[in-house]
Nanobody
Framework: QVQLLESGGGLVQAGGSRRLSCAASGLTFRNYGLGWFRQAPGKEREFVAAISGSGGNTDYADSVKGRFTISRDNAKMMMYLQVNSLKPEDTAVYYC????????????????WGQGTQVTVSS
């Protein structure tokens, strides 16, 4: 059974940083691409970042490029999202997900999801 557990969210002031973590179990971790998505209050869930199975390829939403960094540690079965220079509009629940399909930005290609971790950015 695949399980994903996010952590690291919290309340942070604008301009601050957090490191979000996603712990995975129940799968051959290195074989799958992973992604981070987020859902702000009253909005649809949106793509944030993605990383290939080896970690050699990454991609980001335009809104977070240069501020967020996705990474993974296959030996530990962990994925991370370093979020810097946070803005109030980054306030959202952040989800990690396992991609079984080929489309990085399409949520339907992600099969397993965590429960999410809340990041709240105060101005």
């Amino acid at each position: 059974q695949v399980q994903l557990l996010e952590s690291g969210g919290g309340l942070v002031q604008a301009g601050g940083s957090r490191r979000l973590s996603c712990a995975a179990s129940g799968l051959t971790f290195r074989n799958y691409g992973l992604g981070w998505f987020r859902q702000a209050p009253g909005k649809e869930r949106e793509f944030v970042a993605a990383i290939s199975g080896s970690g050699g390829n990454t991609d980001y939403a335009d809104s977070v490029k240069g501020r967020f960094t996705i990474s993974r540690d296959n030996a530990k079965m962990m994925m991370y999202l370093q979020v810097n220079s946070l803005k109030p509009e980054d306030t959202a629940v952040y989800y990690c997900a396992v991609r079984y399909g080929s489309r990085l930005y399409d949520q339907s290609d992600y099969t397993y999801w965590g429960q999410g971790t809340q990041v709240t950015v105060s101005s």
